[in-house]
């Protein structure tokens, strides 16, 4: 099994930053693709960033593509998600997710394409 544990969510400020990061434990993620979700209030979970097993290729979501950069390191069991000139629509909380099984050099956008999930951390964006 895996467990994932997000940080450095907090309330901040339309144009200020966020760095996410995403912690493994229990079972290395080195070899899984990984992704990052979130869930606004009143709305359904959504897509937001997904990096290869080696971070050969990522996708983004068309709402963040440019401000948000998601990373990982692979010695450190981590993966993160930088997230400049942030705006009071990307207030929501913030998941990531651990997809257990092949292809690895794919990137994937489906919450059910995922088998392991953190708890989440909430993002604040204020005007």
């Known amino acids: 099994q895996v467990q994932l544990v997000e940080s450095g969510g907090g309330l901040v400020q339309a144009g200020d930053s966020l760095r996410l990061s995403c912690a493994a434990s229990g079972r290395t993620i080195s070899m899984f693709p990984l992704g990052w979700f979130r869930r606004a209030p009143g709305k359904e979970r959504e897509f937001v960033a997904a990096?290869?097993?080696?971070?050969?290729?990522?996708i983004y979501a068309d709402s963040v593509q440019g401000r948000f950069t998601i990373s990982r390191n692979n010695a450190q069991n981590t993966v993160d998600l930088q997230m400049n000139n942030l705006k009071t629509g990307d207030t929501a909380v913030y998941y990531c997710?651990?997809?257990?099984?092949?292809?690895?050099?794919?990137?994937?956008?489906?919450?059910?394409?995922?088998?392991?999930w953190g708890q989440g951390t909430q993002v604040t964006v204020s005007s």
């Open positions: 997710a651990a997809r257990g099984r092949g292809p690895r050099y794919q990137v994937f956008r489906l919450p059910n394409e995922y088998d392991y």
């Open positions: 990096i290869a097993w080696d971070g050969s290729r990522t």
